[in-house]
T-cell receptor
Framework: DAGVIQSPRHEVTEMGQEVTLRCKPISGHNSLFWYRQTMMRGLELLIYFNNNVPIDDSGMPEDRFSAKMPNASFSTLKIQPSEPRDSAVYFC????????????FGSGTQLSVL | AQTVTQSQPEMSVQEAETVTLSCTYDTSESDYYLFWYKQPPSRQMILVIRQEAYKQQNATENRFSVNFQKAAKSFSLKISDSQLGDAAMYFCAYRSEGTGTASKLTFGTGTRLQVTL
């Protein structure tokens, strides 16, 4: 299995532009998580899906952030408009199910907003 | 809400020696999971070891072992026979046993481990 696949690995954009981050979870995994990592705040959960349905989006910073999971094999995290304070590493992780304690992480997307 | 605290921003160990990374957490729950994740420069988060709170026996994985003190809410990681490849950021994490919003991992701020020759 290729593991959790995220794209792009690096993204540089200008303030005000739309950014879309992509994630392909491990096949058969029913739970998907988006995390953000910054030096100041560490790893924060942004949103969690189970069976393609958002269960907890309380970590989404504000309305500029949105996430979708149109099917079991694909999820996106969109920022519109982007701001310099959104610069961070964004991780996607998947799990076999909500009762499964183990998360499998992708390699992350390094986002820089200038 | 649960919190996880790692009080050591950086640690250093000589190759072949043993090092212990500290982690404390705060929770009112009785059943939960605890984890140590390793993040090397490649950024990938790699699960090192996990512990179920209902188990009294400390988890071990080869050179990695934990000292789980449930009453003290302490969960330290011991790395024996340290190797250069162990150099990384180490994150302690907590997860409730429940589903829904309880399924999320709460991370500590991390400890950067350096391994010297």
């Amino acid at each position: 299995d290729a593991g959790v696949i995220q794209s792009p690995r690096h993204e540089v954009t200008e303030m005000g532009q739309e950014v879309t981050l992509r994630c392909k979870p491990i096949s058969g995994h029913n739970s998907l998580f988006w995390y953000r990592q910054t030096m100041m705040r560490g790893l924060e959960l942004l949103i969690y899906f189970n069976n393609n349905v958002p269960i907890d989006d309380s970590g989404m910073p504000e309305d500029r952030f949105s996430a979708k999971m149109p099917n079991a094999s694909f999820s996106t995290l969109k920022i519109q408009p982007s701001e310099p304070r959104d610069s961070a590493v964004y991780f996607c992780a998947s799990s076999p199910g909500p009762l499964h304690e183990k998360l499998f992480f992708g390699s992350g997307t390094q986002l820089s907003v200038l | 809400a649960q919190t996880v605290t790692q009080s050591q921003p950086e640690m250093s160990v000589q190759e072949a020696e043993t090092v212990t990374l500290s982690c404390t957490y705060d929770t009112s729950e009785s059943d939960y999971y605890l984890f140590w994740y390793k993040q090397p420069p490649s950024r990938q988060m790699i699960l090192v070891i996990r512990q179920e709170a209902y188990k009294q026996q400390n988890a071990t994985e080869n050179r990695f072992s934990v000292n789980f003190q449930k009453a003290a809410k302490s969960f330290s990681l011991k790395i024996s026979d340290s190797q250069l490849g162990d150099a990384a950021m180490y994150f302690c994490a907590y997860r409730s046993e429940g589903t829904g919003t309880a399924s999320k991992l709460t991370f500590g701020t991390g400890t950067r481990l350096q391994v010297t020759l």
